[in-house]
């Protein structure tokens, strides 16, 4: 069966790249032929010079402008800075290495005029559907470029948050009613789609859980570290996490290795790609995010962990996932001490849903053989 994917994969973030990899060979070890739509639309691109986001400027022809020609030389600076950057080739490597992708795309018009060929389009996974961002307001990933008589479905989309604005709840409730097997990735998305007259969703588990530890080995990187560590992924720089960390680290005499620059870290793995981050993961002694697929890969590879609470509102999905295995208390806002997590009860209960989410799949599958 042709199989093609639609998700965010040409982010420079290792949970995006991992999703995306997951749902793609997973359903390649079913004996199907997958690849990733490599669409990259304009407002994803990492340079953008002309790009005014401020709603009062945007509004404003002369302050739009005026906006636009202070950001330029920043803008500019900024791009050939990434440009050379290492932590763009190594997810440039990666993502050449392991990712199978269709022609290129730029809009969304160009997938609708030049039609991608496949018996099944999946939108997902990741925060494919968070309105907060671009790509949740963009029509592809809610595949309303494929042809009417093509099968659909959605795998583990996020809103990532728990809920979205009013004035967008029609056009969201079109397009995911045109879809045509839904799953979300939250329990809190079920409540958001309701809310919009959708009973038919279900919810999976994000596709990182679809392969197992052994699996994902096959991909991580052979970096060895010197020290026994606490890693940190910290997208925010909170106060929280960097209080959390020191203390961890001298109560339990570990280094602190983190995933962003900070003034308190021994050693930073920003420059790195996923596989390092794999490989990160798996031999940290503790590992404190506030990141879902850190913590993901924290379950994966039955790690020590805690969640800081995320500023920005969209703790949903860590909630969800971490209440669904019965460990919701590594959810916290301040530093405390936990008890060993057993991995065997939360195993069981995770196993289950992986069990479910493949059930999903299947359940698509069938319907296209069917079809």
Same mark, same amino acid.
């Not at 639609?6 to 999703?19: E, F, P, R, S, V």
């Not at 079913?30 to 340079?47: A, G, R, S």
């Not at 197992?212 to 992924?233: C, G, H, M, P, T």
């Given at each position: 069966?042709?199989?093609?994917?639609?998700?965010?994969?040409?982010?420079?973030?290792?949970?995006?790249?991992?999703?995306?990899?997951?749902?793609?060979?997973?359903?390649?070890?079913?004996?199907?032929?997958?690849?990733?739509?490599?669409?990259?639309?304009?407002?994803?691109?990492?340079?953008?010079? &002309?790009?005014?986001?401020? +709603?009062?400027?945007?509004?404003?022809?002369?302050?739009?402008?005026?906006?636009?020609?202070?950001?330029?030389?920043?803008?500019?600076?900024?791009?050939?800075?990434?440009?050379?950057?290492?932590?763009?080739?190594?997810?440039?490597?990666?993502?050449?290495?392991?990712?199978?992708?269709?022609?290129?795309?730029?809009?969304?018009?160009?997938?609708?005029?030049? +039609?991608?060929?496949?018996?099944?389009?999946?939108?997902?996974?990741?925060?494919?559907?968070?309105?907060?961002?671009?790509?949740?307001?963009?029509?592809?990933?809610?595949?309303?470029?494929?042809?009417?008589?093509?099968?659909?479905?959605?795998?583990?989309?996020?809103?990532?948050?728990?809920?979205?604005? $009013?004035?967008?709840?029609?056009?969201?409730?079109?397009?995911?009613?045109?879809?045509?097997?839904?799953?979300?990735?939250?329990?809190?998305?079920?409540?958001?789609?309701?809310?919009?007259?959708?009973?038919?969703?279900?919810?999976?588990?994000?596709?990182?859980?679809?392969?197992?530890?052994?699996?994902?080995?096959?991909?991580?990187?052979?970096?060895?570290?010197?020290?026994?560590?606490?890693?940190?992924?910290?997208?925010?720089?909170?106060? $929280?996490?960097?209080?959390?960390?020191?203390?961890?680290?001298?109560?339990?005499?570990?280094?602190?290795?983190?995933?962003?620059?900070?003034?308190?870290?021994?050693?930073?793995?920003?420059?790195?790609?996923?596989?390092?981050?794999?490989?990160?993961?798996?031999?940290?002694?503790?590992?404190?995010?506030?990141?879902?697929?850190?913590?993901?890969?924290?379950?994966?590879?039955?790690?020590? &962990?805690?969640?800081?609470?995320?500023?920005?509102?969209?703790?949903?999905?860590?909630?969800?996932?971490?209440?669904?295995?019965?460990?919701?208390?590594?959810?916290?806002?301040?530093?405390?001490?936990?008890?060993?997590?057993?991995?065997?009860?939360?195993?069981?209960?995770?196993?289950?849903?992986?069990?479910?989410?493949?059930?999903?799949?299947?359940?698509?599958?069938?319907?296209?053989?069917?079809?």
């Amino acid at each position: 069966m042709k199989i093609r994917t639609i998700t965010c994969h040409k982010a420079d973030n290792h949970g995006a790249n991992l999703q995306a990899y997951a749902l793609m060979h997973y359903l390649e070890s079913l004996n199907n032929d997958v690849e990733i739509i490599d669409y990259v639309p304009d407002w994803f691109k990492h340079f953008r010079p &002309f790009y005014c986001g401020t +709603p009062r400027f945007a509004a404003n022809p002369v302050l739009k402008f005026a906006y636009i020609c202070a950001k330029f030389p920043s803008r500019v600076k900024s791009y050939r800075k990434y440009k050379k950057s290492a932590r763009k080739a190594n997810f440039d490597a990666f993502r050449a290495k392991y990712y199978k992708l269709t022609a290129h795309y730029e809009s969304f018009d160009a997938l609708v005029s030049e +039609p991608v060929d496949a018996d099944l389009f999946i939108a997902g996974s990741d925060q494919i559907w968070n309105t907060m961002m671009d790509n949740g307001k963009d029509p592809a990933y809610y595949l309303q470029f494929v042809p009417d008589e093509k099968v659909t479905a959605s795998y583990a989309a996020s809103f990532s948050v728990s809920e979205i604005p $009013e004035e967008l709840k029609p056009q969201i409730k079109k397009r995911i009613d045109s879809i045509d097997y839904v799953s979300v990735r939250e329990k809190s998305a079920i409540d958001i789609l309701e809310d919009m007259g959708i009973y038919n969703a279900e919810v999976v588990l994000d596709p990182v859980f679809l392969l197992n530890q052994e699996q994902w080995r096959e991909i991580e990187s052979n970096a060895e570290f010197d020290d026994d560590y606490i890693l940190v992924y910290d997208f925010e720089g909170t106060e $929280e996490v960097r209080n959390f960390a020191v203390k961890y680290a001298k109560e339990h005499n570990l280094k602190i290795y983190s995933l962003y620059k900070n003034n308190y870290c021994n050693k930073c793995f920003e420059d790195y790609g996923p596989d390092v981050f794999l490989s990160l993961v798996k031999n940290a002694a503790f590992v404190l995010s506030n990141s879902f697929h850190a913590t993901a890969f924290s379950l994966i590879y039955e790690k020590e &962990f805690c969640v800081i609470k995320r500023q920005e509102g969209i703790n949903s999905r860590m909630i969800d996932l971490l209440d669904s295995v019965g460990i919701f208390d590594r959810i916290v806002s301040e530093y405390k001490e936990f008890t060993e997590i057993q991995y065997s009860t939360v195993k069981e209960l995770l196993d289950k849903q992986i069990k479910d989410s493949k059930s999903f799949l299947d359940l698509v599958l069938e319907g296209v053989s069917e079809s």
